[in-house]
Nanobody, 123 residues
Framework: VQLQASGGGLVQPGGSLRLSCATS????????IGWFRQVPGNEREAISCITRYGGTSLYGNSVKGRFTISRDYAKNTVYLQMDNLKPDDTAVYFCAARSDFGCKMNPSSFDSWGQGTQVTVSS
């Protein structure tokens, strides 16, 4: 499945952004969707994951309480609402799809990846 992440940009500390992960021609609700981020030179970090019908969502410790993952079934899109952004949130953000059941907070559990979208938090 081909995924496309969008919505990144430049935001001041304390600000908000909403990332979108969409696909075409495939029902995204057939997949577990995860969000990850990566800073050059670092490993890819798991941010959040949502199960197929949205019954379970998981968050990494660094974003818990600030980020919210959700699905819009009608728009076939998964969102990552990011609030109270910090400079340490600066990274390229990726969405990924997992065809197996259940959320897994590690990149190797995901089958398909979209291109990343840059998020920069700076004053």
């Amino acid at each position: 499945v081909q995924l496309q992440a969008s919505g990144g940009g430049l935001v001041q500390p304390g600000g908000s952004l909403r990332l979108s992960c969409a696909t075409s021609g495939v029902n995204m609700n057939s997949f577990v969707i995860g969000w990850f981020r990566q800073v050059p030179g670092n490993e890819r970090e798991a941010i959040s994951c949502i199960t197929r019908y949205g019954g379970t969502s998981l968050y990494g410790n660094s974003v818990k309480g600030r980020f919210t993952i959700s699905r819009d079934y009608a728009k076939n899109t998964v969102y990552l609402q990011m609030d109270n952004l910090k400079p340490d949130d600066t990274a390229v953000y990726f969405c990924a799809a997992r065809s197996d059941f259940g959320c897994k907070m590690n990149p190797s559990s995901f089958d398909s990846w979209g291109q990343g979208t840059q998020v920069t938090v700076s004053s």
